[in-house]
T-cell receptor, first 115, second 111 residues
Framework: AQSVTQLDSHVSVSEGTPVLLRCNYS??????LFWYVQHPNKGLQLLLK??????LVKGINGFEAEFKKSETSFHLTKPSAHMSDAAEYFC?????????????FGSGTRLLVRP | EAQVTQNPRYLITVTGKKLTVTCSQN?????MSWYRQDPGLGLRQIYY???????DKGDVPEGYKVSRKEKRNFPLILESPSPNQTSLYFC??????????FGPGTRLLVL
């Protein structure tokens, strides 16, 4: 079975400081992993994706994530937070099971950015 | 512009009154799916469709129906809505299940 755990429900940082949002996954298959962002009252936007190519994945808006198989982690980072980064972030795992795909979402991490 | 559209965006209804939420995409994607989002639970998949006339249950299909008669449309049907179906619903599409494009969401309140 596949699952994803976001280790923090809320993360608060000061503007200009680094961001770390933690995600651990469990998968019996070779997983694809994603991070999505949801701004208030908006839909979900894909930040980045890992699909078994380079383990360090760069996304939009300066975010990146590193796939670590030995630690079953896919943490999201950004060197310097901006006020516009305040949003909810979802870690997602996908894997092919039989002839279908399944997407499993984490419960989300709300990022607060203090001025 | 590539997009996924949902209608209506907001809906208040009463228990038992059948409703349909429409979803349409203009990217010629094969894969479409529906999710519901509830506080603290993230998004949970309701149904998905790999192509026209091919649909399958996700994690929380009870109380919902879908159909896929055309590639671009994937409506979500609630035959007899109940208050526990009050939620925020998202439709998504993709060429595969990788990198899905999400619609803007439909906020449903069932009284």
């Amino acid at each position: 079975a596949q699952s994803v755990t976001q280790l923090d429900s809320h993360v608060s940082v000061s503007e200009g400081t680094p961001v770390l949002l933690r995600c651990n996954y469990s998968s019996s298959y070779s997983p694809s992993l994603f991070w999505y962002v949801q701004h208030p009252n908006k839909g979900l936007q894909l930040l980045l994706k890992y699909t078994s190519a380079a383990t360090l994945v760069k996304g939009i808006n300066g975010f990146e994530a590193e796939f670590k198989k030995s630690e079953t982690s896919f943490h999201l980072t950004k060197p310097s937070a901006h006020m516009s980064d305040a949003a909810e972030y979802f870690c997602v795992v996908s894997g092919r099971m039989d002839s279908s795909y399944k997407l499993i979402f984490g419960s989300g991490t709300r990022l607060l950015v203090r001025p | 512009e590539a997009q996924v559209t949902q209608n209506p965006r907001y809906l208040i209804t009463v228990t038992g009154k059948k409703l349909t939420v429409t979803c349409s995409q203009n990217m010629n994607h094969e894969y479409m799916s529906w999710y519901r989002q509830d506080p603290g639970l993230g998004l949970r998949q309701i149904y998905y469709s790999m192509n026209v006339e091919v649909t399958d249950k996700g994690d929380v299909p009870e109380g919902y129906k879908v159909s896929r008669k055309e590639k671009r449309n994937f409506p979500l049907i609630l035959e007899s809505p109940s208050p526990n179906q009050t939620s925020l619903y998202f439709c998504a599409s993709s060429k595969t299940s990788v990198a899905q494009y999400f619609g803007p969401g439909t906020r449903l309140l069932v009284l």
